[in-house]
């Protein structure tokens, strides 16, 4: 990542057109026309680079890496495992994945191929080790790619297998395991680990233990694939940095895990842009982008973004003049030194032939994408001073991967629509909309470096996060958690003695029922009686809790539990807790996060109103703040006097804001500001 520039480009797959010379050179032009800098090649060339077993032909990559690098273009070069060749599947049927039926798949897609298989990781190992020898030292190679877009599981005899080790190596006896699952219901108990069986629909799926640890296995192995890939490089003298590219809010995995075995976390943004108002969609992909960033605390890589309209979306909805742009600086205000696209050209025929792509079928530099491509190139080589800039958040949402797959398999309040992931949203939003920076993390993170922590929702307990959370507030800090939480263990069994399990001390109540409220249901918080206030829609949950010290300040307004407590607050040593009881809206979450960040004492990093359509974000150097200001409308925002008079004495490095205070449509402005005092 030491190159002084913002990285532009995106996936560049050359070996579709090997027989067509002259449209590998027109790239040549065209790219350097774009102000494209750096591509990633290589991930879905395996059939080329060994076309038959044991015959490497890696001569035309190398060829493509030569030229590019003379005109000024960098490359992230891809291992190929994400999509086997043919003689593979053919040859070795065990590379194959078998799925939750124990049906073997047929050759085909692209992750369709076991991480256990010791013939896959030692066919995936030997092209691993051709491609680091030949690029090791290459100059113009400037990161390793591993794979792509990792995900699935297999469930073939050597999955159950390694499933097996892990569980004795996690648990060391099966009476634990037994005790750990809760087994002892409807009669499932284990006498030995070799009885274990993977979940599946035609077999056992209702012991909520082994459906939690067997996500857990399924992240470790790809872990594990993913670390003896980046081996087999480093083995054959490959020093450059590594990186996997992750996906939007993906359920199979816990990136947590494998952030940890990459030096630079990247990922693909397909947002659903125009199908809500965009600043709602910019929100939602916001979050991921600062999830991206808070799990390794460092810039990440925009790895994949579509310059015109994916193809395998419900509905391929072209994003309208200036929204690529306004997308592209909302990845690197969030964290991001790259803006990388998928593609650089569009490919002739297959699955993806009609995704969108900086040259189309047309073949010319002559339309409205590839314009706005080149403008959107011609901005990211002014402002190289952005690459490597941090963002220091003192505010955290946490979102954990571990907690939603419990979430989701909880079988009750509410089997369809518990919401973790919207009421997250919703918290983040109102956050943001205040004008402040937020971390995105998990559990296993510390809660030390902020001073206003979000825990919505933290049905399972695990890395000690109630521990962490009492230490917070007893410090000082402000903690705003909700319904729904400190239910289970990590084994997802239920705490006995009283929920939240831990923090019932620090909120100041406890748990006594929760109601599942129908689609069409709702209720209503209110003041408690006799005080002025707004009135809040709730849906979905209603937790009925007992105080045990916290402050009312919003009950019920119907049903059987009209007058109990529905929003809380407790002091517990010098920090304060809020204990949000039901599902409430984001008018909710605005009023309440207003009221929390003034009590944490944080200031935002704009004073006065900030008009609903725009997002603030910033990055700091050791001299410089860089304040990111968008406007996700299609029509002019208006800034107000005092938030203008936030940046007064700043450098306008981007954008326009006119003499009254108006930002265009999809207008993105960027004000450098000095950290130490200078003007």
């Excluded at 559990?443 to 917070?472: H, N, Q, T, W």
């Excluded at 107000?640 to 804001?657: A, D, K, M, V």
């Amino acid at each position: 990542m030491r190159h002084g520039s913002l990285w532009h480009g995106g996936d560049y797959n050359p070996e579709q057109w090997l027989e067509e010379p002259e449209i590998l050179e027109n790239d040549l032009e065209y790219m350097k026309e774009a102000g494209i800098n750096t591509v990633t090649m290589g991930m879905f060339s395996w059939s080329f680079l060994e076309p038959e077993e044991g015959r490497f032909r890696l001569s035309w990559l190398k060829d493509r890496v030569n030229k590019l690098y003379e005109q000024g273009i960098y490359t992230i070069l891809g291992t190929p495992s994400g999509a086997r060749p043919k003689w593979l599947a053919d040859q070795y049927e065990e590379v194959l994945r078998v799925d939750e039926m124990r049906r073997r798949q047929l050759f085909g897609r692209r992750h369709n191929h076991c991480y256990t298989s010791p013939v896959y990781r030692e066919k995936v190992k030997l092209v691993n080790e051709r491609l680091a020898e030949e690029f090791k030292s290459h100059p113009g190679v400037r990161m390793w790619h591993i794979s792509n877009e990792y995900g699935g599981e297999c469930h073939c005899p050597l999955c159950q297998a390694a499933f097996r080790k892990w569980l004795e190596k996690r648990y060391g006896s099966v009476d634990r395991l037994n005790r750990s699952w809760c087994t002892a219901f409807w009669s499932h108990v284990y006498q030995s680990f070799d009885q274990v069986e993977s979940p599946s629909s035609i077999g056992e799926s209702m012991v909520h233990g082994l459906n939690l640890d067997w996500k857990r296995f399924v992240t470790d192995q790809t872990a594990d694939f993913l670390k003896w890939e980046i081996d087999s490089l480093k083995e054959a003298g490959a020093a450059q940095p590594v990186t996997t590219n992750l996906m939007y809010d993906y359920r199979g995995l816990n990136y947590k895990k494998l952030s940890q075995e990459v030096d630079v976390v990247s990922w693909d943004t397909y947002p659903l842009w125009h199908k809500e108002k965009e600043v709602l969609t910019a929100r939602d992909n916001g979050m991921q982008h600062d999830y991206m960033r808070s799990l390794k605390k460092k810039p990440f890589l925009l790895m994949e973004s579509c310059p015109g309209s994916p193809n395998w979306q419900g509905v391929s909805k072209l994003k309208k003049p200036g929204l690529l742009k306004l997308a592209s600086w909302q990845a690197v205000a969030h964290g991001s030194d790259s803006v990388l696209y998928f593609q650089i050209r569009q490919s002739r025929g297959s699955s993806e032939k009609f995704h969108g792509a900086v040259i189309d079928h047309y073949g010319k530099t002559d339309t409205r994408v590839f314009e706005e491509v080149k403008a959107i190139g011609k901005e990211l080589a002014l402002l190289g001073e952005l690459a490597g800039t941090g963002v220091r958040p003192r505010v955290a949402l946490i979102y954990d991967a571990e907690n939603r797959w419990a979430i989701e398999d909880t079988q009750g309040p509410r089997n369809k629509g518990l919401y973790y992931h919207e009421t997250c949203v919703k918290v983040y939003s109102a956050i943001k909309k205040l004008g402040f920076n937020v971390d995105v993390i998990t559990m296993e993170d510390s809660l030390e470096d902020y001073r206003l922590v979000a825990a919505p929702m933290l049905y399972l307990y695990r890395s000690k996060i109630g521990e962490k959370m009492e230490e917070f507030v007893r410090s000082g800090g402000q903690l705003v958690t909700t319904y729904w939480s400190g239910i289970v263990d990590e084994a997802d069994r239920c705490f006995l003695g009283g929920t939240p399990h831990g923090l019932r001390e620090v909120v100041g109540l406890r748990s006594a029922e929760i109601d599942g409220l129908y689609d069409w249901e709702r209720n209503y918080m209110v003041p408690v009686s006799g005080e002025k206030g707004k009135r809040y829609e709730c849906r979905n949950l209603c937790d009925l809790v007992k105080l045990e010290g916290a402050e009312v300040l919003m009950v019920y307004e119907t049903d059987f539990y009209k007058g109990y407590p529905a929003l809380t607050r407790n002091s517990y040593g010098k920090g304060d807790a809020y204990y949000v009881c039901a599902d409430a809206g984001q008018d909710f979450y605005d009023d309440l996060f207003r009221k929390a960040v003034d009590e944490a004492g944080i200031r935002p990093l704009v004073e006065g109103s900030i008009p609903e359509e725009v997002e603030v974000t910033s990055r700091e150097s050791e001299q410089y703040e860089y304040l990111f200001l968008q406007n996700f409308s299609q029509t002019p925002a208006m800034l107000e006097q005092e938030l203008l008079n936030s940046f007064s004495e700043g450098r306008l490095l981007l954008g326009e804001i006119s003499g009254r205070g108006e930002m265009a449509p999809y207008e993105t402005v960027i004000i450098r500001r000095s950290l130490r005092g200078e003007p």
